[in-house]
């Protein structure tokens, strides 16, 4: 990624401070994928069995954003999540008892019970936290990465929101100040082509990334089914960042598999199932990286398998564990509420 026309580049001194990036590990991204996609099947399966209140907003699909994006973060980086965050709370290194915990209201859940599917934080991994609004994680972003730039550390914000929040006027307001201010933020766009039922098409006037390089900020449009791509994409925006050279933007191309939430099944009045069909087959980002990490001698069937059956013990004892929680006191209601 390029600076845009008129961006100045970071200074010597700034690109010094930079710290470099250790190579990916690339099994390790692939579990953390897979990890994502079993999750949200146990999720599509305790609310088919009424074990979980609410609705759920699923990322069977888009795991190679979420894992590619955040595999180039170090701990003390920021995150912001959205109403389908599951997969960026898990790609940053949460807990799958503690999620599933948080999903069904349980006191061992990160938030306590409290947060749900659409709200869940992880604080210690610097997760400031899903929001159900949509783009509305956009300005808390931006103002950790203004902290991060006033504390003088080189901690850089993600805030990642859906193709359909490209209507908030908030996205253009932070985006303006992030340019002016030169703030270590990276905005990631989610495009899986729908917002809620309506396709992007339907809504998205122009040219999406002209949007960005409006305010000067360097913008990418990503492979979002391909791990490898989105991380170094990500990866430069990231160094880019810390050394001071303010916020990027990458557009990444996805697809979420299941409909807008999990009562959302019958979705043939606004696509097609053999749409659905052919990213499954042809696009699927697990299937990809299987692929190459096996062609490219980076591992073998036998390892992946291994890593399939350990995530899926992971996942299937995060779950009893979930079920076997208690629930909040009752008295504890008003705890963290503030007036």
Request: hydrophobic fraction near 40%; aromatic fraction near 8%.
């Given at each position: 990624?390029?600076?845009?026309?008129?961006?100045a580049?970071?200074?010597?001194?700034?690109?010094?401070?930079?710290?470099?990036?250790?190579?990916?590990?690339?099994?390790?991204?692939?579990?953390?994928?897979?990890?994502?996609?079993?999750?949200?099947?146990?999720?599509?399966?305790?609310?088919?069995r009424?074990r979980?209140?609410?609705?759920?907003?699923?990322?069977?699909g888009?795991?190679?954003?979420?894992?590619?994006?955040?595999?180039?973060?170090?701990?003390?980086?920021?995150?912001?999540?959205?109403?389908r965050?599951?997969?960026?709370?898990?790609?940053?290194?949460?807990?799958?008892?503690?999620?599933?915990?948080?999903?069904?209201?349980?006191?061992?859940?990160?938030?306590?019970?409290?947060?749900?599917?659409?709200?869940i934080?992880?604080?210690?991994?610097?997760?400031?936290?899903a929001?159900?609004?949509?783009?509305?994680?956009?300005?808390?972003?931006?103002g950790?990465?203004?902290?991060?730039?006033?504390?003088?550390?080189?901690?850089?914000?993600v805030?990642?929101?859906?193709?359909?929040?490209?209507?908030?006027?908030?996205?253009?307001e932070?985006?303006?100040?992030?340019?002016?201010?030169?703030?270590?933020?990276?905005?990631?766009?989610?495009?899986?082509?729908?917002?809620e039922?309506?396709?992007?098409?339907?809504?998205?006037?122009?040219?999406?990334?002209a949007?960005?390089?409006?305010?000067g900020?360097?913008?990418?449009?990503?492979?979002?089914?391909?791990?490898?791509a989105?991380?170094?994409?990500?990866?430069e925006?990231?160094?880019?960042?810390?050394?001071?050279?303010?916020?990027?933007?990458?557009?990444?191309?996805?697809?979420?598999?299941?409909?807008?939430?999990?009562?959302?099944?019958?979705?043939?009045?606004?696509?097609?199932?053999?749409?659905?069909?052919?990213?499954?087959?042809?696009?699927?980002?697990?299937?990809?990286?299987?692929?190459?990490?096996?062609?490219?001698?980076?591992?073998?069937?036998?390892?992946?398998?291994?890593?399939?059956?350990?995530?899926?013990?992971?996942?299937?004892?995060?779950?009893?564990?979930?079920?076997?929680?208690?629930?909040?006191?009752?008295?504890?209601?008003?705890?963290?509420?503030?007036?």
């Amino acid at each position: 990624m390029t600076p845009a026309r008129g961006a100045a580049d970071p200074s010597p001194l700034a690109r010094k401070r930079a710290r470099k990036r250790p190579g990916p590990d690339w099994l390790r991204a692939y579990e953390r994928m897979l990890k994502i996609r079993l999750f949200e099947d146990r999720v599509n399966d305790l609310y088919q069995r009424g074990r979980m209140p609410g609705l759920a907003h699923l990322s069977s699909g888009e795991e190679a954003v979420a894992v590619g994006v955040c595999l180039g973060l170090r701990d003390d980086d920021y995150i912001t999540s959205t109403h389908r965050g599951h997969g960026h709370c898990l790609a940053k290194g949460a807990a799958v008892d503690r999620m599933f915990a948080e999903l069904l209201g349980k006191a061992a859940g990160y938030c306590g019970g409290k947060g749900g599917s659409m709200h869940i934080a992880d604080q210690e991994r610097g997760n400031l936290g899903a929001n159900a609004i949509v783009g509305g994680s956009m300005g808390i972003a931006t103002g950790a990465a203004l902290s991060s730039k006033q504390r003088g550390t080189d901690q850089v914000a993600v805030c990642f929101f859906g193709d359909g929040a490209l209507g908030q006027g908030l996205l253009y307001e932070v985006m303006n100040m992030a340019a002016l201010w030169r703030l270590p933020v990276l905005y990631v766009c989610e495009n899986n082509l729908y917002g809620e039922y309506t396709p992007g098409t339907e809504t998205i006037a122009g040219e999406a990334l002209a949007r960005p390089r409006a305010f000067g900020i360097p913008a990418a449009e990503v492979d979002g089914q391909d791990v490898r791509a989105v991380h170094a994409a990500t990866g430069e925006a990231i160094d880019r960042a810390r050394a001071g050279g303010g916020p990027s933007f990458l557009w990444c191309n996805t697809y979420r598999y299941s409909g807008h939430h999990v009562g959302d099944v019958d979705r043939a009045y606004y696509r097609e199932r053999d749409e659905e069909r052919l990213w499954r087959e042809e696009r699927d980002p697990l299937a990809l990286a299987r692929a190459w990490l096996i062609g490219d001698g980076l591992t073998t069937p036998a390892t992946l398998d291994q890593v399939h059956a350990a995530v899926t013990v992971e996942v299937d004892a995060g779950v009893a564990f979930a079920l076997e929680a208690d629930y909040p006191d009752p008295s504890k209601v008003d705890a963290d509420v503030y007036a």
